[in-house]
């Protein structure tokens, strides 16, 4: 297989729009508002805005860690090349591994949903399930998706600039017909709510929702300026997002009324109430941009994974001494996910699979972010860019963090077991390492 879909710089260095796309993207705002915020409403109900707007507000002392260190360093491994640089090998490894784990969690997500969400919309969004029909869209959906990916790093960049606007222009275009003309007759655009103690796992939802938006930083080395356009591309994406998703939180309360309960049962809920609202010329769009989210978020993270993976082997934390070592790579990831995703689909169901794996991607990125905040707060720097906003990030991260465990061990015990139980092979491997004197010495951080 050829490396020329990850060759180390592209035809042109990656502008600003490409960069900002890249991060946009891979939060995946339509998705969100099809399959993430049903989430958050489980827990928040009418205050589904609220905690959108706390959780965006939660989500900017942690960009702001990513962004101050990717104004330092330039680097396509990202988060592990900032703990390691800063903090050490070992907690380097410790994260390289963490994110190699969040990241093909996200995709498994991400493919389960999309599986899901194209068998029930062909069954006119009733709940009718086919494991085997909803397990093949599935894979189908996640071979589309490297395939996109295979055609190049300019080529899948192009594909997410374009798809991306589109998607934001669509949402808010969907959220004011929504305001507009609500479908109960009981809607209020800003709903009174009492918060407790099921609000703020909402909020953890709702953090989850903006979790891609340092995604640019992976595509550093590749950039026209690689210490200002990816952190310029990630606070633009974060803003443009934050704008549009508490918009779009806000229409969709409005809109479903008192049928927030069915939406919250049935994420499909709220397109089924958008055919009857507004007929076909609005709902067809409207599956078209889901899929085209999750596949833009998918193409995005699947980019930044390749791209961190790559510096992972020149950092020597992964050997390959064999010919074709990135087309390798490429099949590893590939056979990984379709594997996982195949086996949880049958375990779980695809719907099911979608709300463990989006739990579990939680976990470690909050593990991952924690180390990253640690970092910043020791490389010293601006009172409160460098010391109060990444303090407060990893105090609101621990808090989230356990109120999240001791949550999915009431509910949900097995995405706590799959954490742990990655967890375990993680510190086995860092044992591993730490233990060959000619493995462990040859790792490097390297950063400019």
């Known amino acids: 297989m050829r490396e020329n879909y990850h060759a180390p710089v592209p035809d042109k260095p990656i502008g600003l729009g490409h960069s900002v796309m890249q991060s946009f ?68 490894l410790f994260i390289a591994l963490n994110y190699l784990a969040y990241s093909v969690v996200v995709l498994i997500a991400i493919g389960s949903f999309g599986g899901y969400f194209i068998y029930t919309a062909l069954n006119d969004f009733d709940n009718a399930t086919g494991m085997i029909v909803t397990m093949i869209f599935s894979l189908l959906f996640i071979s589309i998706v490297f395939g996109i990916v295979l055609l190049g790093l300019r080529k899948s960049l192009r594909f997410t600039l374009i798809a991306g606007t589109a998607e934001a222009a669509f949402i808010l275009l969907i959220s004011f017909f929504m305001i507009l003309k609500p479908f109960s007759q009981s809607s209020v655009i800003f709903p009174t709510f009492i918060p407790n103690g099921n609000f703020f796992t909402g909020v953890i939802f709702g953090i989850l929702a903006f979790s891609g938006s340092g995604s640019s930083i992976f595509l550093s080395e590749d950039s026209r300026d690689p210490k200002r356009t990816p952190a310029t591309g990630l606070a633009l994406s974060f803003l443009i997002a934050g704008l549009v998703m508490i918009i779009a939180s806000f229409a969709a309360v409005s809109f479903l009324g008192n049928g927030l309960a069915s939406y919250v049962a049935n994420p499909a809920a709220l397109l089924l109430y958008v055919q009857q609202k507004f007929g076909f010329v609005m709902l067809l769009p409207a599956v078209v941009f889901l899929v085209l989210s999750a596949m833009n978020l998918s193409v995005s993270y699947l980019n930044a994974l390749l791209r961190s993976l790559r510096k992972m082997f020149s950092d020597h934390i992964f050997r390959w001494s064999g010919p074709e070592k990135g087309g390798m790579r490429f099949l590893a990831v590939l056979l990984t996910v379709l594997l996982t995703t195949g086996i949880l689909s049958v375990i779980y169901g695809s719907y099911v699979s979608f709300v463990y794996m989006s739990s579990l991607a939680g976990l470690f990125f909050i593990t991952v972010h924690s180390f990253s905040n640690a970092a910043l707060i020791r490389q010293k720097g601006s009172i409160l860019f460098a010391m109060i906003l990444p303090v407060a990030s990893l105090i609101f991260l621990v808090t989230v963090f356990i109120v999240s465990v001791s949550g999915f061990l009431s509910q949900f015990p097995d995405i706590v077991y799959m954490y742990i139980l990655i967890l375990f092979f993680i510190v086995l491997a860092l044992f591993q390492a730490r233990s060959s004197k000619q493995f462990y010495n040859a790792i490097e951080f390297n950063v400019s």
């Open 25 to 92: 993207t891979s939060i995946g705002p339509m998705l969100d508002l099809i399959a993430v915020f049903p989430l958050i409403a489980l827990f928040a109900g009418n205050g589904l805005p609220y905690a959108v707007i706390i959780s965006f507000l939660i989500s900017f002392t942690t960009i702001n860690t990513t962004y101050q260190l990717s104004r330092r360093y330039s680097t396509n491994g990202g988060y592990y090349s900032y703990t390691g640089k800063v903090l050490g090998k070992l907690p380097g």
